[in-house]
Every structure is written in structure tokens, then in C-alpha cells.
Nanobody, 129 residues
């Protein structure tokens, strides 16, 4: 069956960095656009970043652009989210998700979580001030 397994979360001080990984199995990874979403305590889950099937295009939530970088390694069936200059407001559970129906990172961003086919269980990122 399809599995998306996130890792790399943890506790970091403001200004620090983390790299999240999402390992996929049970699906033709290169046929899926991928996205990262997050859910902060008491808030709705929101889009963070997306990447096209080939990795050639990306799209970001405005508040993370320039600080977060999404990239993928199709040979390893893994998508990453490199996060720098972390802020306390980045504290959330981070989820990766897969979308078969589009190759476009921008469309993943526009459709949000409703367009995603598969989800991981999330990894917690806590940024202390």
C-alpha cells in the first residue's frame, strides 16, 4: 500500500534550521506532484510548498518563500523541505502529500489539501523563541 513517512522534525531555536524528509513507497513517485502542508495548534492545516513531478518547478506560501526550499530525489522516492531562519510561528506538525492528477506545483498550491491523494502522518516541528 501507499506510504508517505515524514522525518526530521524536532525542537530548534528561532533562527535555526531543519531538513524534513518524506519517503514514499507503494506508488510511482515520479508520477506525483508533491506538497508540504502544516497544521499549527488550534489552526487549520495550510499549504507550505509544492514541487512538480520532475522537480523543475516549485511554489511556496508567501511567508516561507526565501526561507524554505522544497526539492525531490526521484531515484530515492523522497521529497525534502529545507527550512532555515525558523520562526516560532513555523511551529506545527508538517505533513507531506502526493497528488497524481497534476504535474504543476502551482495547481497543488491553488487546490490545497483537497487535491491531494495520499498523506503522511506528519512530523512535529517546534521552534522556541
Amino acid at each position: 500500500q501507499v506510504q508517505l513517512v515524514e522525518s526530521g522534525g524536532g525542537l530548534v531555536q528561532a533562527g535555526g534550521s531543519l531538513r524534513l524528509s518524506c519517503a514514499a513507497s507503494g506508488l510511482p513517485f515520479s508520477s506525483y506532484a508533491m506538497g508540504w502542508f502544516r497544521q499549527a495548534p488550534g489552526k487549520e492545516r495550510e499549504f507550505v510548498a509544492a514541487i512538480s513531478r520532475s522537480g523543475g518547478s516549485t511554489y511556496y506560501k508567501a511567508s516561507v518563500e526565501g526561507r524554505f526550499t522544497i526539492y525531490r530525489d526521484n531515484a530515492k522516492n523522497t521529497v525534502y523541505l529545507q527550512m532555515i531562519s525558523l520562526k516560532p510561528e513555523d511551529t506545527a506538525v508538517y505533513y507531506c502529500a502526493a497528488d497524481r492528477s497534476t504535474s504543476s506545483a502551482a495547481i497543488v498550491a491553488v487546490r490545497g489539501q483537497s487535491g491531494m491523494d495520499y498523506w503522511g502522518k506528519g512530523t512535529l516541528v517546534t521552534v522556541s523563541s
